[in-house]
C-alpha cells in the first residue's frame, strides 16, 4: 500500500469594504481544497493515524461519531482512498442522513449504538473487533498527538507573516496543531481560536494537553451561537453573503461561525490597522446538508 499524501491548500485573499477600512489584509488557507470529501483538517488529522496503521500493518479502520461527523465521512473516504477497509460505530439509533449516506457510498461499514453505551469507545472496540487483528482505533473526531502533528504542518507550508491566525475548534486538535507549528517556526504570530461548543473555555485543557511546548493563544467564547451545531438568523445571513460574495463555500458548524468572528471583531475594531490575518478553512462543507432547512 502506497499512501501518497501530496496536498494543495493555497492562501486567496477576501478583499472587502470592511477590511479595506480598516486597513486589514484578510487571507483563507484554503484546506477545503485538500479534497472533496476528506477535506480540510479532516486530512491533516488522519495522516498520520493512517502512516501508523500502515506501519502497524492494520487494514481495518475502526473509528467513532456522531450521526453528522465530518471525521467519520473523512475516514470512509481516506478508507475507500488509501485501500483500508473502514467500520464507523455511530452514536445514536435508527438514524439515515446524507452524511451516512456518504459514508456508506465509500464502503464504510456503519454499526449504530445508543448514546450510552457510545461513551465507553475502547470497550465498544472491543466488543465489535476485539478479534479482529487488522483493527485500527481511531478515537472519536481523530483526536490525539498523531493528528496535532498532522495540523501543525499547516505553519510549515506559510510563506508570509501573519499578524494573527483564526480557526475553529471542536476537540482543539486542530488549535493546537497550529500552536505546535508556530513554536517550532518561532512565529510571533497571534493564535486566535473560536470554540464552537456553549461554555467553550473548557477546550484550552484539551489544547493544553497537546502543545509540545507552553504557547499564547486566544480562545473567543462567545461565537458559539447557541451550542455545537446551533445557528441563528444572523449566522446564517452571514454565511449567504460570504458564500455569494466570495465563492467559497462554508458551514454553519465550524467555519461559517470561525468566519462571523473574524468579520465581527474586524467590526469591532479589534485588530491593528495594517494587521495581516490567516482564516483557516478547514472544510466541512457536507454540513451544509444537514442544515439544508435553516437556509430556507
Ligand atoms: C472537525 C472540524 C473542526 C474541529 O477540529 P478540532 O481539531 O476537533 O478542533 C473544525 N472545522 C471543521 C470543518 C471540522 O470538520
Redesign the pocket.
Known amino acids: 500500500m502506497h499512501l501518497d499524501l501530496e496536498i494543495f491548500s493555497p492562501v486567496h485573499q477576501i478583499k472587502n469594504k470592511l477590511f479595506d477600512e480598516r486597513g486589514l489584509s484578510v487571507y483563507i488557507k484554503r484546506d477545503?481544497l485538500i479534497h472533496p470529501v476528506i477535506?480540510?483538517?479532516?486530512w491533516r488529522?488522519l495522516k498520520y493515524l493512517l502512516k501508523k496503521a500502515q506501519f502497524q500493518n492494520k487494514t481495518h479502520l475502526v473509528t467513532f461519531g456522531g450521526a453528522y461527523?465530518?471525521?467519520l465521512l473523512?475516514t470512509a473516504a481516506a478508507a475507500a482512498r488509501f485501500g483500508f477497509k473502514a467500520s464507523g460505530i455511530v452514536r445514536g439509533e435508527g438514524i439515515t442522513n446524507d452524511t451516512l449516506f456518504m459514508c456508506r457510498l465509500h464502503g464504510m461499514n456503519l454499526i449504530f449504538t445508543d448514546r450510552d453505551s457510545y461513551r465507553e469507545k475502547p470497550g465498544l472496540f472491543n466488543k465489535y473487533f476485539g478479534d479482529d487483528d487488522q483493527a485500527f482505533f481511531i478515537d472519536e473526531?481523530?483526536?490525539s498527538p498523531e493528528?496535532?502533528r498532522g495540523?501543525s504542518e499547516l505553519v510549515d507550508e506559510l510563506t508570509v507573516h501573519y499578524d494573527h491566525i483564526f480557526?475553529?475548534?471542536?476537540?482543539?486538535?486542530?488549535?493546537?496543531?497550529i500552536a505546535n507549528g508556530l513554536t517550532q517556526h518561532k512565529l510571533s504570530t497571534q493564535l486566535n481560536?473560536i470554540p464552537?461548543f456553549k461554555n467553550g473555555s473548557f477546550?484550552a485543557h484539551?489544547i493544553d494537553r497537546l502543545l509540545t511546548a507552553p504557547a499564547n493563544y486566544r480562545l473567543h467564547t462567545d461565537y458559539h451561537f447557541g451550542g455545537y451545531g446551533k445557528v441563528n438568523d444572523d449566522l446564517i445571513a452571514f454565511i449567504k453573503q460570504f458564500i455569494a460574495q466570495t465563492g467559497i463555500l462554508i458551514?454553519p458548524?465550524?467555519?461559517g461561525k470561525?468566519l462571523y468572528a473574524v468579520y465581527d471583531l474586524a467590526g469591532k475594531d479589534y485588530f491593528k490597522p495594517g494587521s495581516k490575518i490567516l482564516a483557516?478553512?478547514?472544510?466541512?462543507?457536507w454540513?451544509l446538508l444537514g442544515m439544508k432547512d435553516k437556509f430556507i
Not at 477535506?39 to 479532516?42: F, R, Y
Open positions: 477545503d477535506s480540510g483538517n479532516k488529522k461527523s465530518n471525521h473523512a473526531g481523530g483526536a493528528a496535532a495540523c480557526c475553529a475548534s471542536g476537540t482543539g486538535t486542530m488549535a493546537a496543531g481560536t464552537v477546550i484539551e458551514d458548524v465550524y467555519t470561525m483557516v478553512h478547514s472544510g466541512g462543507i454540513g
